[in-house]
T-cell receptor, first 112, second 111 residues
Framework: ETGVTQTPRHLVMGMTNKKSLKCEQHLGHNAMYWYKQSAKKPLELMFVYSLEERVENNSVPSRFSPECPNSSHLFLHLHTLQPEDSALYLC???????????FGEGSWLTVV | ELKVEQNPLFLSMQEGKNYTIYCNYSTTSDRLYWYRQDPGKSLESLFVLLSNGAVKQEGRLMASLDTKARLSTLHITAAVHDLSATYFCAVDREYGNKLVFGAGTILRVKS
């Protein structure tokens, strides 16, 4: 059982919908991440939050909007996505640098 | 820009055989991670390598890091079917665990 839980596990949404992905970590970590995994590209880092402050925004389109209300929770708000945004979105957390980064099981997103 | 290359991208091997997966990266870094991913599952941490010359072993897997050559290897000894998965290396781009992943190596172990 992972210490990082993501919901929903599967999501199908239309291009005009607004939805959110949720991530919760139970490990007491101080950093959380969103990664995107698609068939065509290696795992891509999207956002990094450290101590609830966004420290990385990796040229991600504004239709993806992250939110980190506290050190245990991370959201990814989705708005007017494109079919090419269909992918597995992985949340992760860690404590400090050089330590293991733990991944959640991911949210499979399909945009129709 | 940091680039991480793995090879091979696909590896089919017989049970009992040995093989090595290579991970090269383009800029200086002293932190490298290996992960395993089963189909439809998340990434499972295998090793964290934090210094030049670091070597870690777990079961039939052994990972090493040569920061001067910008190379890490994942060696598989006497492969078994349960090792079939996709293996990723990832390099820490800068302070803050900003990992850049390789494309992954799909490993299939045949009986």
């Amino acid at each position: 059982e992972t210490g990082v839980t993501q919901t929903p596990r599967h999501l199908v949404m239309g291009m005009t919908n607004k939805k959110s992905l949720k991530c919760e970590q139970h490990l007491g970590h101080n950093a959380m991440y969103w990664y995107k995994q698609s068939a065509k590209k290696p795992l891509e880092l999207m956002f990094v939050y450290s101590l609830e402050e966004r420290v990385e925004n990796n040229s991600v389109p504004s239709r993806f909007s992250p939110e980190c209300p506290n050190s245990s929770h991370l959201f990814l708000h989705l708005h007017t996505l494109q079919p090419e945004d269909s992918a597995l979105y992985l949340c992760a957390s860690s404590q400090g640098r050089g330590n293991t980064i733990y991944f959640g099981e991911g949210s499979w997103l399909t945009v129709v | 820009e940091l680039k991480v290359e793995q090879n091979p991208l696909f590896l089919s091997m017989q049970e009992g055989k040995n093989y090595t997966i290579y991970c090269n990266y383009s800029t200086t870094s002293d932190r490298l991670y290996w992960y395993r991913q089963d189909p439809g599952k998340s990434l499972e941490s295998l090793f964290v390598l934090l210094s030049n010359g670091a070597v870690k072993q777990e079961g039939r897997l052994m990972a090493s890091l040569d920061t001067k050559a910008r190379l890490s290897t994942l060696h598989i000894t006497a492969a078994v079917h349960d090792l079939s998965a996709t293996y990723f290396c990832a390099v820490d781009r800068e302070y803050g665990n900003k990992l850049v992943f390789g494309a992954g190596t799909i490993l299939r172990v045949k009986s």
